[in-house]
């Protein structure tokens, strides 16, 4: 996958095309382009517009970050901007992410970009984060310090690891779903950093059982000093984004499979 980041155009766009595993043929009439087309863009006998460049990049589905990237290997400025969410530009985005968070309440939820570094949560969400001990001070601890993140502070030994009780159920699915993204995003740094951390959950390539009866959602069973919470995520992102940060955020809202595990975090609101 190098080359997914270091070609020129007609590598980079080649290499997409296989990563997706679409034909030629399927790819041209995804972009109401001919077939012979994108065998002369693959091969350099011709050269995309930049109209072409973003056809194609929407209908092989690439990440904005990447979107850029292809752009600029044909010869053309980058479309999307990258921008903090502190940037007045992102307020609207910022506001948005700050209510949604807060109506989750009394129940844990976070805002986490591609890496999974948390960029915001609620209350709900802090407190959980906290059962191991202060979130930043483990991050130190691990020698990560400046950045919360949530993949990290789950699959390691000394992270919220030690209170899941149903790891063995758990783990292997969050770390194929954490594989599964970064495989997506087409980023070989960013690959090569979650399989660092998924690495720390020692699992066998053969950790998930095939064949065996699934349930509708899968719980993430964590034990505090005795009470046992039941939580299931979903996850949002944004439908139409047009800048890369926005793009790559997403919202993990976390609720209960029980009444017990609800009562606990209503209680625990009230409290405070």
């Known amino acids: 996958m190098e080359s997914m980041e270091t070609g020129g155009f007609n590598a980079l766009f080649r290499d997409w095309r296989q990563f ?110 906290s059962v191991a001990g202060d979130p930043d001070e483990q991050m130190a601890e691990l020698g990560e310090a400046g950045e919360v993140n949530l993949a990290l502070l789950t699959l390691h030994p000394q992270g919220l690891r030690r209170y899941i009780t149903n790891w063995s159920e758990a783990a292997p699915h969050f770390v194929r779903r954490l594989r599964q993204e970064a495989a997506a995003s087409g980023d070989h740094r960013l690959q090569e950093k979650i399989l660092a951390i998924t690495e720390l959950a020692d699992l066998a390539d053969d950790a998930i059982p095939l064949g065996e009866s699934l349930l509708p959602v899968l719980p993430l069973e964590v034990d505090l000093n005795g009470i046992v919470l039941s939580l299931f995520s979903v996850i949002s992102t944004f ?28 209680e625990m609101a009230a409290a405070h």
């Open 20 to 129: 997706r595993r679409i034909s030629q043929l399927d790819l041209a009439l995804a972009a109401n382009v001919s077939q012979r087309h994108v065998s002369w863009l693959e091969t350099g006998r011709s050269r995309p517009s930049r109209d072409m460049v973003l056809r194609l990049a929407e209908a092989l589905d690439i990440p904005l970050r990447e979107r850029n990237a292809l752009l600029q290997s044909a010869g053309f400025a980058a479309v999307y901007s990258e921008s903090s969410l502190g940037d007045p530009v992102m307020a609207p985005v910022e506001h948005a992410l700050r209510q949604v968070l807060s109506h989750h309440e009394p129940l844990p939820a976070f805002v986490v970009d591609r890496e999974w570094n948390v960029r915001m949560d609620n209350s709900a969400g802090r407190m959980l984060l």
């Open 239 to 266: 439908g139409t984004p047009q800048d890369v940060t926005t793009d790559e955020l997403r919202v993990e809202a976390f609720y209960p499979t029980d009444a017990a595990t609800e009562q606990f975090f209503t």
